[in-house]
C-alpha cells in the first residue's frame, strides 16, 4: 500500500458516500478528508449513465480544477441484481432517489428480488487525479439481497446485503469483518496497489 503524505480529498456531494470513503482510507492506512473543508459546496456536472469510470472521472477532475494542489478521490458506484441484470448499476442512485427513507429503500429492493435470484453485487470505480498521472480502482462485494433488514453497524444497503461466508447482513458485521468486505474498500486498494507499483 503506497504512503501518500498528504489527505486525499473525496469529490461527492453524498455525504454517506463520503463518509464510508473516508472509514475505508483510513482503514487501509490512508487519510481522506471532504472537499468540503477546503472550499464551499459546488453543484457537479451531470452524469452519464453508462460508465462507471468515465463519471467517476469527471466528478475527480471537476473538483481538482478548483483545487489544483490536492489528489482527489472520486467514486462511481452501483447495485446490479441478478435478477435484473439491466436494472439499476450506473444508474442506481438516480433510479431509486424516490426512495428518500432508508425503511422504504431497503424494503423495495427485497419486494423486487422476492421469489427470484437474491444475488447482488455492489460495485465500485474510482479516479484519482492530482498525481503524476490518473489512476482507476475498481472494486466489487458480491453476495445475496436478506429476507429483511439486519442490524445496526452501517446503514442502507449495508442493512441488505449479506455475506456469503458469514451468513450476516453487513451491519450484523463488526468493523474489523465488515470495512474489508465492502467495494469501496476492495476498489482504494485495487488503486492504491496500481499508485504503489509506479511511484
Known amino acids: 500500500m503506497v504512503n501518500l503524505k498528504q489527505p486525499i480529498v473525496v469529490a461527492s456531494n453524498n455525504q ?11 482503514f487501509c492506512g490512508l487519510q481522506a478528508i471532504s472537499y468540503f473543508e477546503l472550499i464551499d459546496k459546488v453543484e ?48 442506481t442512485a438516480r433510479d431509486l432517489r424516490e426512495y428518500r427513507d432508508l425503511t422504504k429503500l431497503n424494503q423495495h429492493i427485497i419486494e423486487l428480488v422476492e421469489g427470484h435470484s437474491r444475488g447482488v453485487t455492489m460495485v465500485s470505480h474510482l479516479a484519482v487525479v492530482g498525481l503524476d498521472e490518473t489512476y482507476y480502482g475498481v472494486g466489487k462485494f458480491i453476495g445475496t439481497i436478506a429476507q429483511k433488514p439486519l442490524g445496526h453497524n452501517g446503514g442502507s444497503f449495508d442493512l441488505i446485503l449479506t455475506d456469503p ?35
Not at 454517506?16 to 483510513?26: D, G, I, M, N, W
Not at 449513465?49 to 471537476?62: I, M, P
Open 16 to 26: 454517506f458516500k463520503t463518509a464510508e470513503l473516508v472509514e475505508c482510507f483510513q
Open 44 to 91: 457537479f456536472p451531470s452524469e452519464g449513465t453508462n460508465d462507471y469510470q468515465a463519471n467517476a472521472l469527471a466528478k475527480a477532475e471537476f473538483i481538482h480544477e478548483k483545487l489544483p494542489n490536492q489528489i482527489i478521490v472520486a467514486d462511481d458506484s452501483g447495485m446490479i441484481l441478478e435478477a435484473y441484470p439491466d436494472a439499476f448499476g450506473v444508474t
Open 165 to 199: 461466508v458469514s451468513g450476516k447482513t453487513l451491519a450484523q458485521l463488526p468493523n474489523t469483518q465488515k470495512i474489508p468486505l465492502l467495494h469501496r474498500t476492495k476498489a482504494i486498494k485495487d488503486v492504491m496497489m496500481k499508485i504503489g507499483e509506479n511511484r
